[in-house]
């Protein structure tokens, strides 16, 4: 999101504050065993600031989760699994430690296995792991993807993608060469890199340009071969940074982008575009535009502004959340404003989930033995509600109650 977005005053702030408990890796003598990693937010009443809080839990029966005996993260800091690894990133606005650490679950539990330096100010938004040997980290502050062997956890070499967009621009016509990759997917041998092409002291891109674009690297060679660009559809900023899930492949190996557009603060379009199996260009048949388009169901018709969450759960089918409020009346992530939404990508058709609104820091959506979780805080309680998509039903409260805020969470059982 934007630097500069202001957030509700200090006694909305304060209604989910939550006072941390100590955590660090000394606590492996109470370790705690699960399927599930949480990443839980811990907001300070100033609403920018605060700390996040690794965890594991089991199973998504009714249960309390507090921040005891857990591992720590930075307020802005991801999480990413692998196979049995979670990689915990650094800040992405870089308030804290320049490392990336790696976490191993063995019986269950999950064990510290290493760290690996980033360069500072580099922004660190998303990963991307080939095999045992090699992996990509995308350094959005300085325009590169940093090369790495996630089993020793050393650094391989980097790959440099300043002044692959020929015509970025800031609005004063100056060129800009940071193409600020984020989102990663790869696919029969290349890496697709969303570019969010942001300029300015905010995070956005221009109104200017409201363009999506991709690099795509040979993951044989690590050379750039091309960036595509897809400028038809009015639909920018594709992949949020910060959720790997808002690119994914579906069953047929078509790889669906969800583009934010400019947040609610620029007028620019939010949507879906399309990459065929076997393509290397944007699908021209495919395109949807969501930021014009009403919410079926329930009582909020507005129209999303974008999408700050996804969970792609098959069959053409995403769970998501939406941001429904105009940018003059935003508060940022605290903002209770994020409507739960199943959204076919065919049909595309975009209907209410029965589970209360959230906010952009309790927004977390993931898979779980058919059953689809979603992080949420709301007036009422906050931590993981569940929906079920066969039935297209959903609990009434929170089945899993947290102290901290659901900020992302990873399905071992996905």
């Not at 005053?9 to 399927?35: H, M, P, Q, R, W």
């Not at 940093?146 to 650094?155: A, C, E, I, V, W």
């Not at 697709?192 to 340009?209: D, K, Q, T």
């Not at 003059?328 to 975009?350: E, F, R």
Request: include cysteine; charged fraction near 20%; charge should be neutral.
């Amino acid at each position: 999101m934007c630097k500069k977005i202001l957030f509700f005053a200090f006694a909305i702030a304060t209604l989910f504050f939550a006072v941390a408990c100590s955590s660090d890796d000394d606590n492996e003598s109470e370790k705690i065993k699960g399927d599930i990693a949480l990443s839980l937010k811990i907001l300070n009443p100033d609403g920018v600031s605060g700390a996040a809080h690794i965890k594991l839990i089991e199973g998504i029966d009714p249960q309390h989760v507090n921040n005891q005996n857990a591992y720590p993260g930075a307020f802005m800091s991801g999480i990413y699994g692998h196979k049995e690894s979670l990689y915990v990133l650094p800040a992405y606005g870089g308030e804290d430690k320049h490392e990336l650490t790696r976490y191993d679950r063995k019986d269950g539990v999950l064990v510290p296995m290493g760290k690996l330096v980033v360069p500072a100010q580099s922004a660190v938004a998303s990963m991307a792991i080939l095999n045992d040997t090699k992996g990509y980290i995308s350094l959005q502050g300085l325009g590169k993807l940093l090369l790495f062997n996630p089993s020793t956890m050393t650094k391989t070499g980097e790959i440099d993608l300043n002044g692959c967009i020929a015509d970025l621009k800031d609005d004063n016509g100056t060129l800009v060469k940071n193409p600020s990759p984020g989102v990663m997917i790869i696919r029969d041998g290349s890496l697709f890199v969303a570019l969010s092409a942001m300029i300015g002291e905010y995070w956005l891109p221009s109104e200017n340009r409201p363009y999506s674009d991709i690099a795509i690297i040979n993951t044989q060679t690590d050379k750039l071969e091309k960036v595509i660009t897809e400028k038809s559809s009015g639909l920018a900023f594709p992949g949020r940074p910060i959720d790997r899930k808002t690119i994914f492949e579906d069953e047929n190996g078509d790889i669906y982008i969800a583009c934010l557009g400019g947040f609610g603060y620029k007028n620019i379009d939010a949507g879906f575009l399309r990459i065929k199996k076997g393509a290397k260009d944007f699908d021209p048949n495919y395109s949807w535009v969501i930021s014009k388009q009403n919410i079926s169901g329930g009582d909020n018709n507005s129209m999303p502004k974008y999408i700050p969450s996804c969970q792609y759960i098959g069959k053409g089918k995403v769970c998501a959340y939406v941001f429904v409020k105009e940018g003059k009346q935003s508060s940022g992530h605290v903002d209770l404003a994020c409507v739960p939404v199943l959204l076919d990508l065919n049909k595309k058709t975009m209907e209410r989930i029965n589970i209360p609104i959230t906010s952009g820091y309790a927004a977390a959506i993931a898979k779980y033995k058919g059953k689809v979780i979603f992080g949420n805080m709301n007036l009422k309680d906050k931590g993981l509600y569940i929906y079920d998509p066969v039935t297209n039903t959903a609990s009434d409260k929170a089945i899993v109650t947290t102290d901290g805020l659901p900020w992302q969470i990873h399905s071992f059982n996905e």
